[in-house]
């Protein structure tokens, strides 16, 4: 019994000392390296983040900031032409349908630059070429108009296809500088021998900003290039009406043999009917 306090008595003081030991080897072992500390970059703001990224994730964010902004410009002048563009050729088309003649319409519209103006300087110049062979009139007019209603919905879908090409590349652009940023981080471990999460966290917070400006650049890139699809369909469905309106009345003449006449008489007949 007395070996055994003399052997408790031994053991306590070595117990207690392994008890200060462990946190402070814990401590050491969870305090950073200085030197590590002095290297880290001390601003993680999105634009300090981007100053202190490698040379090729920061032509990746430049790049995807590039196209963020040309996607804005690009909503702001198509949004402006596209709305004036169909507030015009639905006033048009409102125009066609209250004409009693084709000569009217023709008369209406003269002078005019817009879609309806052209559709019916075309039809009218057909009228004029096919003098003396109104047989298939209508299928020559109708073949004019369909080229100019394509002509048309070219001009109003023209820049929308880059929209279309950045919000498909941009997620994957941005993936690309998170890759190779991250592979920098970890070529970062290698040279500093060590796994301490310090030292890789800037390189990675510095690659995942690089996806988030990809995301940035395609989430509006893909809703305005849906958004401009619908309106331009609309567009060409206005256009589409505007021949009809068109067609419509060239057909009503040809049945009265309006342009059978000559065309000082088809205007005085116009008028008479007015």
Request: a positive charge; hydrophobic letters at 55%.
């Amino acid at each position: 019994m007395t070996r055994i306090c003399d052997i408790t008595k031994l053991l306590w003081p070595l117990a207690a000392a392994a008890a200060l030991a462990l946190p402070v080897a814990a401590w050491a072992q969870a305090a950073p390296d200085p030197a590590i500390v002095v290297n880290l970059p001390h601003n993680l703001s999105p634009w300090g983040m981007f100053l202190a990224a490698d040379i090729v994730v920061k032509a990746v964010m430049a790049g995807l900031a590039f196209a963020s902004i040309l996607t804005w410009t690009i909503w702001l002048a198509k949004a402006i032409e596209l709305m004036s563009a169909r507030r015009i050729l639905r006033a048009a088309v409102v125009g066609l349908s209250q004409a009693h003649s084709f000569d009217e319409a023709a008369t209406a519209m003269q002078g005019r630059t817009d879609r309806v103006g052209i559709l019916v300087r075309a039809a009218d110049e057909e009228l004029q070429l096919s003098a003396g062979a109104l047989a298939d009139v209508k299928e020559r007019i109708d073949s004019r108009l369909q080229r100019i209603e394509a002509a048309g919905t070219r001009e109003m879908i023209r820049s929308t296809g880059i929209l279309a090409t950045i919000g498909a590349t941009a997620p994957f652009v941005g993936l690309f500088g998170t890759v190779w940023g991250i592979m920098n981080s970890f070529i970062g471990i290698s040279k500093q021998h060590t796994t301490n999460l310090a030292v890789v966290a800037p390189g990675i917070a510095e690659a995942l900003l690089a996806t988030a400006l990809g995301l940035v650049a395609a989430i509006p890139a893909v809703v305005m290039y849906n958004i401009f699809s619908r309106w331009v369909a609309g567009y060409r469905a206005l256009q589409a009406d505007a021949s009809a309106e068109i067609m419509r009345l060239i057909s009503r003449d040809l049945d009265r043999g309006v342009f059978e006449r000559r065309p000082a008489e088809r205007r005085r007949s116009a008028t008479a009917a007015e």
